[in-house]
């Protein structure tokens, strides 16, 4: 498969690293050749199976609107974009391509959701909770896409909205924790993510998946069937 990787920050090379590993041929563009999208062409595309884009919120509208004017299957783990999901949706539909979008593409952290919207029955019973995440200081969006996440499944399971405290530090890969108090008792539910690997390793096998597909999806929805 031909996989064109958008961004090429420390996820994005892990990406590389791993679709390289697993057979696949590995095109790069970094944002700094990509102003207006001018490198994401339907012509600069033409052999592309799938789209990997691990940009920032800013650049990552441009780069899904250029690959579905051009026809071409997408991943994306970039976050920070989400309020924009029904257009995105809708010029996905349109195009009739093919697009996987995942706060976290680990496998672990989508177990990780399963778990907390099981929790959300504790809202009937009187707990109360929030969400801690804390991440490396050079992430851009705050509250992260996975806390996001991760009150939207304790919310699916019957909860309510949690506060979410984020917390910039160091080189910090990714921890999150969800607590729960009640009079009686506290649950604690948390993942700690050790490298980027995992995410680097979903992405890919997301890219796998959508090549030749129609339709729009989340990751959290689709892992198992990877």
Request: charged share 25%; proline share 2%; glycine share 12%.
């Amino acid at each position: 498969m031909k996989l064109l990787l958008i961004g090429y920050g420390k996820t994005g090379s892990l990406v590389g690293e791993i679709a390289r590993e697993r057979g696949h041929e590995v095109r790069v563009v970094v944002e700094e050749d990509n102003a207006g999208c001018a490198a994401l062409s339907p012509d600069g595309l033409r052999d592309i199976d799938v789209a990997i884009d691990f940009t920032s919120p800013h650049a990552v509208m441009g780069n899904i609107q250029a690959c579905t004017r051009a026809e071409k299957n997408m991943v994306v783990g970039t976050t920070g974009w989400y309020e924009h999901i029904p257009q995105v949706r809708a010029i996905v539909e349109k195009a009739g391509t093919g697009f996987v979008f995942g706060a976290n593409f680990s496998v672990g952290v989508n177990l990780f959701f399963e778990a907390a919207r099981a929790l959300g029955a504790a809202a009937g019973f009187g707990y109360e909770g929030q969400i801690v995440e804390r991440h490396h200081i050079h992430k851009k969006d705050k509250p992260s896409g996975t806390a996001i996440a991760l009150n939207n499944a304790y919310r699916e399971g019957g909860g309510k909205d949690l506060r979410i405290d984020s917390i910039r530090e160091g080189e910090v890969v990714g921890d999150h924790i969800l607590q729960l108090s009640s009079a009686s008792d506290v649950i604690l539910l948390s993942h700690s993510a050790q490298s980027r690997r995992g995410f680097a390793d979903g992405a890919v096998r997301a890219a796998e998946w959508i090549q030749g597909k129609h339709g729009f999806y989340d990751f959290k929805d689709i892992f198992r069937k990877m």
